[in-house]
């Protein structure tokens, strides 16, 4: 069972710069693909990136292109998602997930699952 832990929100001006961290503490994630979303007030659930087992592949939604990055370490458990220009409508609860079973970035949204708790990402304008 994959137990995830995000860290790394806060509260940043327009064009700051945030850097998430998830952690899977049972050690058990590294054969799986693992993805960041967002859900702000009122809104859905988006994803916002997804990562395949190794992090050679990577997506993006169209919003966030050029602006995130996604990235893994295996060796530590750990997935991050590095903000930089972030804008007002970034503002929302950022969660990781994991795709298991599935280890291509093009694992089907609704397979992504083991959410944790979310760190909250407030960008001021």
């Known amino acids: 069972q994959v137990q995830l832990v995000e860290s790394g929100g806060g509260l940043v001006q327009t064009g700051g710069s945030l850097r998430l961290a998830c952690t899977d503490s049972?050690?058990?994630?590294?054969?799986?693909?693992m993805g960041w979303f967002r859900q702000a007030p009122g809104k859905e659930r988006e994803v916002v990136a997804r990562?395949?087992?190794?992090?050679?592949?990577?997506l993006y939604r169209e919003s966030v292109k050029g602006r995130f990055i996604i990235s893994r370490d295996n060796a530590k458990n750990t997935v991050y998602l590095q903000m930089n220009s972030l804008k007002p409508e970034d503002t929302a609860i950022y969660y990781c997930?994991?795709?298991?079973?599935?280890?291509?970035?093009?694992?089907?949204?609704?397979?992504?699952?083991?959410w944790g708790q979310g760190t909250q990402v407030t960008v001021s304008s």
């Open positions: 997930a994991a795709g298991r079973p599935y280890s291509s970035v093009y694992t089907p949204i609704q397979a992504f699952g083991s």
């Open positions: 049972t050690r058990t994630f590294n054969n799986w693909s």
């Open positions: 990562i395949n087992y190794n992090g050679a592949d990577t």
